[in-house]
């Protein structure tokens, strides 16, 4: 993959400040109350022995993976990463839905629960919009600079 050229539009920088928020969000979620991301990650994949070490482990893996697509389409204008983002945003999104619901049952931080939602919907606005779309058809041919 070469870099791509040519300045970025304002949708590849939301973006990416979007995916960044969201990334950091869960990060910082997670490592604010390492017990319940334990319980969230035992919950997920009962067949290994979780502590709070691997918990924060994990925590700083999903974090890292949620920068590969960044990385793809800021750097390198990878029109299938928009794809990928918009298949494991659908997931995402359908569990936090459901926290959402508990969340409203339970009156458990509804606030912070409207937050990873709200990050993921500006994230697929961002990177479907026609802006985007354009510059990442035309970005390999862009004589211009990487980063202007």
């Given at each position: 993959m070469r870099i791509a050229r040519g300045p970025r539009p304002w949708s590849i920088w939301a973006f990416t400040i979007s995916i960044l928020a969201l990334a950091s969000f869960k990060l910082g979620f997670a490592l604010s109350d390492l017990d319940l991301a334990r319980i969230g990650y035992e919950i997920s994949y009962p067949w290994m022995n979780w502590d709070r070490d691997r918990a924060i482990i994990a925590s700083f893996t999903e974090f890292t993976i949620a920068l590969i697509p960044l990385a793809w389409i800021t750097l390198f204008a990878a029109r299938f990463a928009r794809w990928f983002i918009l298949f494991f945003s659908g997931w995402t999104m359908i569990s936090a839905l459901f926290s959402l619901w508990g969340g409203l049952f339970f009156?458990?931080?509804?606030?912070?629960?409207?937050?990873?939602?709200?990050?993921?919907?500006?994230?697929?606005?961002?990177?479907?919009?026609?802006?985007?779309?354009?510059?990442?058809?035309?970005?390999?041919?862009?004589?211009?600079?990487?980063?202007?």
């Open positions: 009156g458990d931080r509804i606030a912070l629960r409207m937050v990873e939602p709200t990050l993921i919907v500006a994230t697929l606005v961002f990177v479907f919009l026609p802006s985007t779309s354009k510059w990442m058809k035309n970005a390999k041919e862009h004589p211009s600079e990487v980063f202007q």
